[in-house]
């Protein structure tokens, strides 16, 4: 018997590739990585980009926002909530420009709720964007 199926959130930005949103199983819930883009738009909520398709302008406080609302979204989609995050790993282009401003914002929305949180710097995510969230939280 298996007790695992797929979510997808009719509010939170399509992926950019062949997986699901989340992935339920048993009373667990794993989102795949989640960044600040918007439904049915290439727009990235701060971030500002050139007709060559570089960045120019960057926002992480922005992107953070962005990003926090689309797992809220999902989540709920998904059937569960902001308060049932046990686990989040995120995931920043440059760590020593954007962490004080993310770690800022992240206290304001995480200040009911502290899962495990793991932060590490990578040298680039699939779109343009300076921050993405892997989840995990309870049904």
């Known amino acids: 018997m298996n007790n695992s199926s797929k ?7 399509e992926p950019v590739g ?4 989340a ?10 990585g989640v960044g600040p883009r918007k439904r ?3 727009e990235i909520p701060g971030v500002t980009l050139d007709a060559d398709g570089n960045v120019v302008g960057h926002g992480i406080e922005t992107q953070c926002r962005s990003v926090f609302e689309n797992v809220r ?10 308060d049932k995050l046990v686990d ?6 440059d760590m ?7 770690n800022r914002i992240y206290a304001e929305y995480f200040k009911d709720n502290q899962p495990c949180r793991t932060t590490v710097q990578v040298t680039a995510l699939p779109t343009p964007i300076a921050i993405e969230l892997k989840c995990i939280a309870t049904l």
Do not use: C, M
């Open 40 to 42: 049915g738009s290439k």
């Open 88 to 93: 989040v790993t995120v995931f920043l282009t």
């Open 23 to 32: 992935r339920r199983v048993g009373n667990l819930l794993f989102l795949s």
């Open 96 to 102: 020593k420009r954007d962490f004080a401003a993310y």
């Open 18 to 21: 062949l997986y699901p949103h």
């Open 73 to 82: 979204l999902i989540l709920e989609d998904a059937g569960s909530g902001w």
């Open 7 to 13: 979510t997808e959130s009719r509010q939170a930005p």
